[in-house]
Every structure is written in structure tokens, then in C-alpha cells.
């Protein structure tokens, strides 16, 4: 069993910067890829980015390259969304996921949620 529990969510101004973290418990997290997806008002869950295990692999959404950065330290049992050149529609509820093959880009490769951070992007 894995437990995730995201932060750093917040409501901030176009163009500004966040970044959130997504802490897992137990002693295998280097063993899971690990991945973020987000929820917009009105929208479904949709894929962000993930990170395979050891850093092998990283993935974007398109509308997110050159802006999100991902990162994991297996150290701390933590991966991290670094959020830059923030826009309007990058509003919404953001999910930490975990999932045991080598990469996690969809919601049926997810074994387990984190509960959501809010992040709020004002124009």
C-alpha cells in the first residue's frame, strides 16, 4: 500500500510560478513510476507528466513542454512538479498517481491517488 499526499497547490498570477510535491509513504517508492495529472473545472482527469523509475523516462502533455519540469528523489519519497510561466488554463486539481509499470500516462497504469492540491491561476 502506497499513500500520496500532495502540496504547494495555491492560487497565483499568470505568469508566476509554483511548485508542488507529492510525498509517498513506504519503502518502495524508487520501485513505482510516478505521474501527474490534473482535473480542470468542467473537464475530465488528464495526463501532465510522469516520471519512470530511476529518472529513465520523462513525459509532458504538449500544452505543458517547456514550462513543467517533473523530478523525483527516491531519498525522500518524493516527486515534485516545478511549474513555470503559469497561464489560466493550467487551473485545476492537481493528482499525484503511482502506478508499478514503466511509465504512467493514463488512468487505468494509476494503482494509486494522492487526494488532490488545488491550484488556482488568476489572468
Known amino acids: 500500500q502506497v499513500q500520496l499526499v500532495e502540496s504547494g497547490g495555491r492560487l497565483v498570477q499568470a505568469g508566476g510560478s509554483l511548485r508542488l510535491s507529492c510525498a509517498a509513504s513506504?519503502?518502495?517508492?524508487?520501485?513505482?513510476?510516478m505521474a501527474w495529472f490534473r482535473q480542470g473545472p468542467g473537464k475530465e482527469r488528464e495526463f501532465v507528466s510522469t516520471i519512470s523509475r530511476a529518472a529513465v523516462i520523462i513525459d509532458y502533455v504538449d500544452s505543458v513542454k517547456g514550462r513543467f519540469t517533473i523530478s523525483r528523489d527516491d531519498a525522500k519519497n518524493t516527486v515534485y512538479l516545478q511549474m513555470n510561466s503559469l497561464k489560466p488554463e493550467d487551473t485545476a486539481v492537481y493528482y499525484c498517481a503511482a502506478g508499478s509499470r514503466w511509465r504512467v500516462v493514463t488512468a487505468d497504469a494509476v494503482d494509486y491517488w494522492g487526494q488532490g492540491t488545488q491550484v488556482t491561476v488568476s489572468s
Open positions: 513506504g519503502r518502495t517508492f524508487s520501485s513505482y513510476a
